[in-house]
């Protein structure tokens, strides 16, 4: 079974602590990811608008560390068509997808995109919590929904073959993405907000529209999205799982673990290598093998087939 997972900062976490990705105490570590069928991982490139001002050169700096570690390890490869993902996983490698989490990283323009595309990012979280130069944030209180520049990155990125993810965006900027999108888009790592009321998780309405243009939701493993304050297993995550699946259906839900990137996780999932607690859990409720593929890996790979 492959595994596909949406969304984790391991890779810039290492990268601000000088560590490596092949064997750490982190969440994710290729050495890991190596014992499953096959796995496939959204890298997040992710600067902190909280603590550093987010720029287009840091982010190659991330970039060309990235490729450092390819160079390393011949178990790690950056993919940048469904093709390079086939022929990785074929020879039993770790696929990598580098993504963007934040549109500040663009620095306002056009060109920097397609240089970003044309060093391998695949991939761009359009807003972090608040506004960017491309929309507005879910933590943001203008709601000022896509900016024209905004508008333009999307319409960009889908004809480059990019893949847009509105995690993190506040309802307006959604629902402008979702009424220009001509291509499947994601939700790389948000929960269902009416099994937790949180700004992060997305409406029954919002599913339901990622759904139609053919795209996926990664669910989120922090806990803050997930439960109210307390113990929690991954039963919580599993409650989310079924109610994505009861408005949209089991071909729109996927990972987005978020590993590295939040504080706590169920605890009975300390990180990658306990995922399959998460299919077994499914199976044991009667969901088929064929659905438990889906979500683990099948339903991302499909839309990575038609866009990237």
Same mark, same amino acid.
């Given at each position: ?13 290492a990268? @601000? ?8 105490n ?8 190596? @014992?499953?069928d096959g ?5 997040a490139?992710? %600067?902190?608008p ?10 190659? %700096? ?10 390393e ?6 993919? !940048? ?9 074929a ?6 997808? /580098? ?6 990283? /663009?620095?306002?323009?056009?060109? @920097?995109?397609s ?18 130069? /491309? ?20 319409? +960009?990125? %889908?004809e480059?073959?990019?893949? =847009?993810?509105?995690?993190?965006a ?16 994601i #939700? ?6 009416a099994?937790?009321d949180?700004? !992060?998780?997305l409406?029954?309405? %919002?599913?339901k529209?990622? #759904?139609n243009?053919?795209? =996926? ?17 991954a039963?919580?995550?599993i !409650?989310?799982i ?10 729109? =839900?996927? +990972? ?8 706590? &996780?169920p605890?009975?999932?300390?990180? =990658?290598?306990?995922?399959d607690?998460?299919?077994?859990? &499914?199976?044991?409720? @009667? ?13 991302? &790979? ?7």
């Amino acid at each position: 079974m492959v595994i596909v997972d949406a969304h984790c900062d391991t890779l810039t976490v290492a990268v @601000n602590k000088n560590t490596d990705i092949y064997e750490n105490n982190f969440h994710w570590d290729i050495k890991r990811a190596l @014992n499953y069928d096959g796995f496939v991982q959204f890298m997040a490139i992710f %600067q902190n608008p909280d603590v550093v001002r987010p720029t287009y050169e840091r982010a190659i %700096q991330y970039i060309h560390k990235a490729e450092s570690f390819e160079k390393e390890y011949p178990q790690f490869r950056i993919c !940048r068509s469904f093709h390079d993902i086939r022929e990785g996983l074929a020879q039993k490698k770790v696929c990598a997808l /580098l993504s963007i989490e934040g549109g500040e990283a /663009l620095g306002g323009q056009t060109e @920097n995109l397609s240089k970003l595309y044309d060093k391998g990012i695949r991939c761009v979280t359009l807003t972090w919590n608040y506004a960017n130069e /491309l929309g507005d944030g879910a933590k943001e209180s203008r709601h000022g929904g896509l900016t024209p520049f905004g508008c333009e990155i999307v319409k +960009l990125m %889908q004809e480059k073959g990019m893949i =847009v993810d509105v995690s993190h965006a506040d309802e307006k900027t959604f629902w402008d993405c979702i009424n220009m999108s001509v291509k499947p888009i994601i #939700a790389s790592h948000s929960n269902a907000r009416a099994v937790h009321d949180n700004p !992060r998780n997305l409406k029954n309405d %919002q599913l339901k529209a990622i #759904a139609n243009t053919g795209g =996926v939701i990664g669910v989120n493993f922090y806990t803050e999205f997930l439960d109210k304050p307390g113990r929690m297993d991954a039963e919580a995550l599993i !409650r989310h799982i079924e109610h994505i699946c009861e408005v949209t259906g089991c071909d729109a =839900v996927g +990972l987005g673990a978020d590993f590295d990137g939040m504080e706590s &996780l169920p605890e009975d999932v300390k990180g =990658v290598e306990n995922l399959d607690i998460i299919f077994n859990k &499914l199976a044991s409720m @009667n969901y088929s093998e064929s659905t438990i593929k889906k979500i683990a890996g099948e339903n991302y &790979l499909r839309i990575l087939s038609e866009i990237i």
